[in-house]
């Protein structure tokens, strides 16, 4: 299983690289809201009272790039959607190769790629804007990342390989990471000082106000059990979830 | 007749959808020798492709067994898929790949290692006339060549049996006639056993030892092109005659031993009899006694369209052009299970 997960990832891999443009295109809107609107945070930050604590940047850099992950993984269905309409899934599934392995290999890829672009940003957040983060805190929010990218690409494949329809699927991806993410408090945090009562209650609901909870905690340098140890639960949780559910899916006769 | 590489009893597969069931496949029996070149033959809809994808694992039957390539279909699927090749009618190749990345994923995750996979790589691209395309994308490749690579893909791991989806569909005449003389070469030179399906009754007659008549989801007659086409009662004739002589044409040819089904138009006459050829020598000179002139004739031996139509009542080449209920009930019951992804990208 491992050599085919390789063999696979390896196959993405080389794809990407044939196109690496994609790369630079993944990374231009959260750039962009480092740009155009993470100044106008500046401001805000201090003048607000309500939010958590550091730097406008410490807050804004780990969210968009959860937000990327959120983004970029959740659309990984896409090119799965292509493979089967090329025959390409059919004919890796009719040889004997693991079809756990077929998942893993493409996730894998997905959480590796999310990371790389997660660096660049993280690199022009510290090099123009002066973000000041502890290298150990922005491990761990990468790793964070990473985990995510993996949960929401292995969802992303098995919502694909269900709904098997290019107009529908991006259609329902859309209208459910619209609520997700305007519920994270991804732009502006959901906290007690700043949301009414009934909107923070609800964030605490959605699973991944707390990743972003505990990717901000990294960027500060707070590793306490109180910062992370709810977001570390729901996000190990979800990825098994995730990740079996992909991979029942793949393993499923017709997918 | 030897080994088996085919065994199936009772092969069905029913569809639900949407409350709607369809049985697709309605249990067939098949068994395919080793060294054959086994043509399964039927109209859009028939149930080949559903089949075909049973035999190869693609999809659980709901109902019977197989033998496949000397494994149990349902006990050992990843052993048969070991064994087998299998060529699917729209291809496999991913766009964006290179011919040797694709080639040589193939062969890595059929087991082989990397020096290996190359090499059964290039001896294949030479065999199938895909050599100096190593470093293409696929989506440069022409139809023909592309439908090649789908071959040597199918091929890497030198399976002894290997299924075709439809391998000529969507090329034109030349590549068609190419790859025949491919699939051929297959049997004939490295003693692979093949089954594809077709409704091509063309490619049937040409390339196929035995054909299965699929219809409706039942195998409705089996054998030889020849046998079946035996099934069909001789020859057609149809001669031109003079308007005024028609009648007079028509009590000749009825004196015509074993000439049967005669029917006229004005100027036509129309009769099967077993030997076309050899009746016609003798009717020239039966109408030359009679100082009657024949304008034309015509002789057609039996097709498989024929054999197809007096099977069913149906012509393959209608009930496959037409869209016709069972293909569209396929299609409704495929819906819930393998969803087709629209051709056109979003």
């Known amino acids: 299983m491992l050599r085919d997960t390789w063999l696979i990832f390896r196959r993405d891999a080389t794809l990407l690289l044939r196109n690496p443009a994609w790369l630079a295109i993944g990374v231009m809107q959260p750039v962009l809201y480092l740009v155009l609107f993470g100044p106008l945070m500046e401001r805000i930050v201090t003048s607000t009272p309500g939010f958590p604590p550091g730097s406008s940047w410490t807050i804004l850099t780990p969210a968009l790039i959860i937000q990327l992950a959120l983004f970029s993984a959740t659309t990984a269905g896409f090119s799965l959607l292509a493979d089967l309409r090329n025959g390409v899934v059919e004919r890796l599934r009719v040889t004997p190769a693991s079809r756990v392995a077929l998942l893993l290999g493409k996730v894998l890829m997905n959480g590796l790629t999310t990371v790389a672009q997660a660096i660049i940003i993280t690199i022009l957040a510290f090099l123009v804007f002066g973000l000041s983060a502890p290298v150990g805190g922005i491990l761990l929010t990468l790793l964070i990342v990473a985990m995510l990218s993996v949960t929401l690409a292995s969802a992303s494949y098995a919502v694909a390989l269900t709904l098997r329809n290019e107009q529908a699927f991006p259609a329902l991806v859309n209208s459910v990471m619209m609520p997700v993410l305007l519920l994270s408090g991804i732009l502006v945090p959901i906290t007690t000082g700043l949301a009414p009562d009934w909107l923070y209650a609800i964030s605490r609901i959605n699973p991944f106000t707390h990743i972003v909870d505990a990717g901000r905690a990294g960027f500060r340098g707070d590793f306490s059990v109180d910062a992370l140890l709810t977001g570390s639960i729901v996000l190990v949780v979800l990825m098994s979830l995730c990740v079996f559910w992909g991979a029942r899916t793949f393993r499923r006769e017709n997918a | ?346």
């Open chain 2, 1 to 346: 007749m030897g080994v088996f590489l085919i065994k199936a009893r009772g092969l069905q597969r029913r569809f639900t959808s949407r409350g709607r069931t369809v049985d697709a496949v309605k249990g067939v029996d098949i068994d395919v020798a080793e060294g054959e070149l086994v043509g399964f033959l039927g109209p859009n809809g028939a149930g080949k492709t559903t089949t075909l994808r049973m035999l190869t694992t693609l999809l659980t039957p709901t109902a019977g067994e197989a033998q496949v390539a000397g494994r149990d279909l349902r006990a050992d699927p990843v052993g048969v898929r070991g064994r087998i090749g299998y060529v699917a009618q729209g291809g496999g190749t991913g766009p964006e790949c290179k011919v040797a990345e694709e080639i040589e994923l193939q062969g890595r995750l059929y087991g082989l290692g990397k020096a290996d996979a190359i090499a059964r790589g290039r001896e294949l691209t030479e065999q199938l006339d895909l050599s100096g395309l190593d470093q293409r994308l696929t989506k440069t490749l022409s139809g023909g060549q592309r439908r090649r690579l789908d071959i040597a893909l199918g091929l890497i791991h030198s399976p002894k049996l290997v299924f075709f989806d439809e391998p000529t569909t969507g090329l034109d005449p030349q590549s068609r006639a190419n790859l025949w003389e491919h699939i051929r070469t297959l049997r004939s030179e490295q003693g692979v056993t093949l089954f594809l399906t077709t409704h091509y009754l063309e490619e049937a007659d040409a390339l196929c030892d035995r054909i299965l008549v699929i219809d409706g989801g039942e195998i409705v007659a089996e054998g030889t092109p020849d046998a079946l086409k035996a099934r069909v009662s001789g020859d057609s004739v149809v001669l031109g005659v003079d308007d005024d002589v028609t009648t007079r044409a028509a009590e000749i040819v009825g004196g015509v031993e074993g000439a049967h089904e005669l029917t006229t138009a004005p100027g036509e006459v129309r009769f099967r009899v077993p030997r076309g050829d050899t009746a016609l020598p003798a009717l020239l000179r039966a109408f030359d006694a009679e100082n009657l002139t024949m304008q034309s004739m015509q002789v057609q031996r039996p097709t498989l369209d024929d054999v197809f139509l007096t099977l069913t009542g149906r012509s393959l080449r209608d009930s496959g052009s037409g869209g016709d209920a069972d293909s569209a009930d396929e299609a409704a019951a495929d819906d819930g299970e393998r969803n087709e992804v629209p051709t056109h990208a979003a």
